[in-house]
Every structure is written in C-alpha cells, then in structure tokens.
C-alpha cells in the first residue's frame, strides 16, 4: 500500500509569552498551582494584528517550497477560534501563501478535534491522488477571558502539516478509531467572546473518552500500547495530558517520553486544535530516544465532544527534516507584563458605523492584520 503521512512540520507562534508565576502572583494564587497542579510554565500572547490566518499563513510559509504549492490541491484549516462564520480562514490563507488556484480550501470546526480529522481526510485523498499534496493547519488562540478558571491554560499559535505520499517525517497507519458523545463541558456560542466551561466535568470527559476509546481501538487493531514507543496526547495543559495516560496504565518508557512531548507545550500554553500536534512536534524534536521505525498513538480530544486514536510509524531520517533549535527561539519571545499582556491579549477592534477599524498598531510579522475596511479584514504581507 502506498505509504502516506507527514511530509513536513512548520509551527508559528506569536513573538510574546507571558510567565505563569507572574500570572500567579497578580491573581493571589500559588505559583505551584500553575507549574505543578497544572504543569504550564508559560503562555504565548497574541496581539490583536496576529489571529487564526496570520499564524496559519506563517506556520505553512516556514515548510513550503515553491513546488509544494504547485502540488497542493488541498488546503484544511481545523480551528474553534474562526475570525468568519462563512469565510474560511483556508481561503485567506491559500491567498497568502501562493498556492496554485486549482485547490480546494475548507475549514473544519470540532473543537480542539478537527484537525485530526483534517489529517485523515487529507491522507484519503491523496491515497487516490498520489502526486497531489494536502496542507492541513491547526490554528488557534485560546482566550478564556481575564480572572476566569481557564485563565492560566490560554494560548496561542498553529501547526501547519505537509501531508503527501513518502513522507519525511511519518507514515499514517491505517487505524483511525473514533468516539462522538453529546456533552456539554466547553462550548462557545456565537454571541460570546470567551467559552463556556465545565472545566472539572472536560477533564473527566477527556479522560473517559480516552480510555473507553482505547478499549474500541484495542479491540479493533489487535494493538497494546506495549506496541508503542511514545503515545502523544491533546494537551489542554499538561497535567491533564499525564492523567489521561496514567489512565492506560503506562510503563515507565512512555511517561518518560510523555515528559519530552510536553516541553513545547509547557511554554506555549492551549492551542486548541494545534495542541496534539505541538506535543508530536515537542516529542520528535526533544527525545534523543526514538527511532525509525518506532510507532507513535496519538490522542485527539475535542470538547463537545469528539475524540479520535490512531498511529504513525517513525520513518527513516526523520529529525533531519525537523527543527532542532526551536528551544532556542522560544526563548527569544518577548515577555509581557501582566499590565501588557491584560492590554495586549484582550485588546478588540472598534469598527465606525462604515464597518472601518482604526490604524492597527505596527506588526513587522511576515503575515500580519493590517485593518478591517468596509468589514473586510485586510491582511499584509511583508
Ligand atoms: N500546589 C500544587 N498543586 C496545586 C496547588 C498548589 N498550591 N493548588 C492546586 N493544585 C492542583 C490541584 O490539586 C489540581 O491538581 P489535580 O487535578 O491533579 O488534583 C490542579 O492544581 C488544579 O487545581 P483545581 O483546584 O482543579 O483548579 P481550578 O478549579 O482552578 O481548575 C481547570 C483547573 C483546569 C479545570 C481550569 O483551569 C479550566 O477550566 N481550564 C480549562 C478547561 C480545560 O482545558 N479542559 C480540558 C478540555 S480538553
């Protein structure tokens, strides 16, 4: 069967974090209730000129060669945080980068879920089109709103995933298994800024979904999670990615490697959609214990809820098409004030009664919001 997966990797983040313990200390709460109760040390903050496309657009551009965009007939945008209840951020996005017109762009919503799903749909297609390549973006920005208890697992940023025949990185296997139950622990509604959150009931159901997930998957596969080297998971924050694996009952092995797919995350914060796929990214480019070869179960959650398991095998030469510095460029992030990241991260646009925005403040991002004209957002290049 032809071998279909992961070709290529890019994350964008925006360029300020804000640290936990001074987020601690501006609420009265006890830093070791950020670093140890929930395991996050840090947040990535969005300015009002960086959302869902930009970071998109600026995850795919760090990836794409030209030939690639004159392969991809497929672009997929999974994200809960859409800047249009008609547009999809795939279309702005295909625009942006340049890719060739003869391609379809969509956007899929689940919550945290739908880029897995996005990935799935992308391997299907391109096992009946093997020369074509599909580009499959997870972006988001997780804001649940000043004092609020989802106020320290915000974030903000997107994985973008090449998605062709022989890929580089790894090979999708073919044993998605899938769960859909009608709860409600985290939803949005349409007039509202901020979600709703059963914040104790979501971990519950994450977990649930995961365990009587695994005994479907089981069943169905043959597989044990011996058969794995690393299991990665949706990482809300990383406590609870830990306890949805100690649900499987892990050996040491695999929460050795649990502690390798969280360092990005640690720093990063929520990012929805993006947030398994940082967690892959964080375990492939951090664990110096991991070969070709080596099977990987992933985890996808999404409030409401949908989860998914399947698995990828390793291929050969793997890390040379990753990126080993990344460590080294979160750290050149600017960090915020909580004055700062109050004003920044909360900051709206105010339209006049002709649907105009004020003049943005200056972004010198590759891809960045210049203004909103006549309600049309208006994205510059640089
Ligand atoms: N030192 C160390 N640990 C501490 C602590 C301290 N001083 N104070 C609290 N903790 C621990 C708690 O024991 C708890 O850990 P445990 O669950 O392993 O027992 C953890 O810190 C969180 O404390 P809790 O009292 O549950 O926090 P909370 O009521 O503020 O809510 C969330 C935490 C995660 C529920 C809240 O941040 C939230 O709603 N987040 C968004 C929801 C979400 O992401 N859900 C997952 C969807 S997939």
């Known amino acids: 069967m032809i071998k279909i997966g992961i070709d290529k990797m890019g994350l964008a983040l925006p360029n300020y974090v804000l640290d936990l313990k001074e987020l601690a200390k501006a609420r009265n709460t006890d830093p070791d209730k950020?670093?140890?109760g929930l395991m996050q040390k840090a947040m990535a903050i969005a300015p009002v000129t960086q959302d869902i496309v930009t970071l998109g657009a600026e995850a795919?551009?760090?990836i794409l060669t030209d030939e690639d965009k004159a392969a991809i007939d497929m672009v997929i945008v999974g994200t809960e945080t859409g800047i249009d209840?008609?547009?999809?951020?795939?279309?702005?996005?295909?625009g942006l980068l340049g890719i060739q017109p003869y391609a379809r762009a969509i956007e899929l919503k689940e919550a945290c879920y739908s880029a897995a799903a996005g990935l799935e749909f992308a391997?299907?297609?391109i096992a009946n089109r093997p020369e074509s390549k599909v580009l499959v973006i997870a972006s988001d920005i997780a804001k649940y709103g000043l004092h609020s208890g989802g106020e320290p697992t915000q974030g903000a940023g997107a994985v973008a995933m090449l998605v062709s025949a022989n890929p580089?990185?790894?090979e999708l296997n073919w044993d998605n298994v899938y769960q859909t139950r009608d709860v409600m622990d985290f939803w949005r509604p349409n007039y509202s800024?901020?979600?709703?959150?059963d914040g104790r009931f979501s971990t519950e159901?994450?977990?649930?979904?995961?365990?009587?997930?695994?005994?479907?998957y089981q069943q169905q596969t043959g597989k044990t999670l011996d058969d794995f080297a690393a299991v990665c998971l949706h990482i809300p924050f990383a406590k609870q990615g830990l306890k949805g694996l100690r649900s499987l009952k892990p050996s040491e092995k695999h929460e050795e490697r649990f502690l390798e797919a969280i360092v990005y995350n640690q720093e990063v914060g929520n990012i929805y959609t993006g947030s398994l796929f940082l967690s892959l990214l964080s375990l492939l480019e951090q664990s110096n214990n991991l070969s070709a070869g080596d099977e990987i179960l992933l985890y996808s959650y999404g409030s409401g809820a949908v989860c998914e398991l399947f698995s990828a095998r390793l291929v050969d030469g793997y890390r040379n098409h990753l990126n080993p510095n990344r460590l080294e460029e979160l750290a050149k992030r600017q960090t915020l004030s909580i004055t700062d990241y109050e004003a920044l991260f909360f900051e709206t646009i105010s339209l006049d009664e002709k649907g105009n925005s004020p003049e943005l403040h200056p972004d010198d991002s590759r891809f960045a919001?210049?203004?909103i004209e006549n309600h049309k957002r208006i994205y510059r290049k640089n």
Do not use: M, W
């Not at 800024?193 to 959150?197: A, G, L, T, W």
């Not at 159901?205 to 479907?216: I, P, V």
């Open 193 to 197: 800024p901020y979600p709703e959150v």
């Open 369 to 371: 919001l210049q203004g």
């Open 123 to 125: 391997r299907n297609h």
């Open 168 to 170: 580089s990185i790894l």
């Open 205 to 216: 159901q994450y977990t649930d979904c995961l365990q009587t997930t695994f005994e479907y």
């Open 60 to 62: 795919a551009a760090q």
């Open 34 to 36: 950020y670093t140890i």
């Open 85 to 94: 209840q008609s547009k999809a951020a795939a279309v702005y996005i295909h």
